[in-house]
């Protein structure tokens, strides 16, 4: 069966760093994903390792006004219009993402505030995106959300099969993980769990563990220099690490698919 995954967590704690990662290991392994940015400050594709010039001719979803309209019914940024509400979504991915190998990315680009709400037209498309594609056997949808709880009023992560949000040792990243946590159960996902970033011992995973349900820690990345590296030098982030850093992301994984076999 298809994953959908979302990852979620406080700005700047190593989403995308994650999406990318898990995007990029399951594409080696011959899976294709569809990788969403769903952050209005999207960055996905630089974690992805996509040249530049590829990445600044992404047109956003959000932007592709036609397409919007089209699937919705409704004018985009216009408020308090009637609209579609299961937007046909089945072939969104094919043709309007970026392919890289095996991973396709879609940039949805920034969707309507003010008024909006869980019925713009951009959530809608998002939210059937996420719920009404259906995945082949073993595809994965990866979606890299907008950092904090703000996103999730919006609802676009309903259909997800787990949500991973990222934390890194310390409290404030803590009870920003513990609110997503939170809202992403009221809207329904049933599966949540929880990734350590920026460790820098047994004692920051240790911390972690034990602030949160233990069973739902799928496990630590350690502060590594490599990953802060390829960020500077515009790489892929599975680009410059050693085996035993990759088997990181790996382990992370494993216990992921573990979590959802159960
Ligand atoms: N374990 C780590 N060790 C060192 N640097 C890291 C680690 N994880 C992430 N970084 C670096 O921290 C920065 C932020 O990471 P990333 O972009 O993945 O966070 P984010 O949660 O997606 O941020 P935003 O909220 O802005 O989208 C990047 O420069 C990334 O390379
Ligand atoms: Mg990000």
Same mark, same amino acid.
């Given at each position: 069966?298809?994953?959908?995954? %979302?990852?979620?967590?406080?700005?700047?704690?190593?989403?995308? *760093?994650? !999406?990318?990662?898990?995007?990029?290991?399951?594409?080696?392994?011959?899976? /294709?994903?569809?990788?969403? =940015?769903? @952050?209005?400050?999207?960055?996905?594709?630089?974690?992805?390792?996509?040249?530049?010039? =590829?990445?600044?001719?992404? #047109?956003?979803?959000?932007?592709?006004?036609?397409? #919007?309209?089209? /699937?919705?019914?409704?004018?985009?940024?216009?408020?308090?219009?009637?609209?579609?509400?299961?937007?046909?979504?089945?072939?969104?991915?094919? *043709?309007? %993402?970026?392919?890289?190998?095996?991973?396709?990315?879609?940039? &949805?680009?920034?969707?309507?505030?003010?008024?909006?709400?869980? !019925?713009?037209?951009?959530?809608?498309?998002?939210? !059937?995106?996420?719920?009404?594609?259906?995945?082949?056997?073993?595809?994965?949808?990866?979606?890299?959300?907008?950092?904090? #709880?703000?996103?999730?009023?919006?609802?676009?992560?309903?259909?997800? =099969?787990?949500?991973?949000?990222?934390?890194?040792?310390?409290?404030?990243?803590?009870?920003?993980?513990? $609110?997503?946590?939170?809202? %992403?159960?009221?809207?329904?996902?049933?599966?949540?769990?929880?990734? !350590?970033?920026?460790? *820098?011992?047994?004692?920051?995973?240790?911390?972690? $563990? @034990?602030? &949160?349900?233990?069973?739902?820690?799928?496990?630590?990345?350690?502060?590594?220099?490599?990953?802060?590296?390829?960020?500077? =030098?515009?790489?892929?982030?599975?680009?410059?690490?050693?085996?035993?850093?990759?088997?990181?992301?790996?382990?992370?994984?494993? /216990?992921?698919?573990?979590?959802? /076999?159960?």
């Amino acid at each position: 069966m298809g994953m959908k995954l %979302a990852i979620s967590g406080k700005g700047g704690v190593g989403k995308s *760093t994650l !999406a990318a990662a898990l995007a990029l290991i399951l594409s080696e392994r011959g899976r /294709r994903v569809l990788a969403v =940015d769903a @952050d209005p400050d999207a960055n996905l594709a630089a974690a992805l390792g996509i040249p530049r010039a =590829d990445r600044d001719r992404i #047109v956003p979803i959000a932007e592709q006004a036609a397409l #919007v309209e089209e /699937r919705t019914g409704a004018k985009v940024k216009q408020y308090g219009q009637l609209f579609k509400l299961n937007p046909d979504v089945a072939d969104i991915a094919s *043709t309007y %993402a970026l392919r890289l190998d095996n991973v396709a990315l879609l940039v &949805l680009g920034a969707v309507s505030k003010a008024g909006g709400g869980c !019925a713009c037209p951009e959530s809608v498309l998002l939210r !059937a995106l996420v719920t009404d594609l259906v995945l082949y056997k073993d595809d994965a949808l990866i979606l890299d959300m907008e950092a904090g #709880v703000e996103h999730l009023g919006r609802a676009t992560a309903r259909g997800v =099969d787990a949500m991973l949000v990222v934390v890194e040792p310390g409290q404030r990243a803590l009870d920003c993980a513990r $609110r997503i946590a939170e809202m %992403a159960a009221g809207i329904g996902i049933r599966r949540i769990c929880f990734v !350590a970033n920026r460790t *820098t011992g047994p004692e920051d995973e240790a911390f972690v $563990r @034990d602030a &949160l349900p233990r069973d739902d820690v799928l496990g630590a990345i350690p502060y590594c220099e490599e990953l802060r590296r390829a960020d500077r =030098d515009g790489e892929s982030v599975l680009s410059a690490l050693r085996p035993e850093q990759r088997a990181w992301f790996e382990a992370i994984l494993a /216990r992921l698919e573990e979590n959802l /076999r159960r």
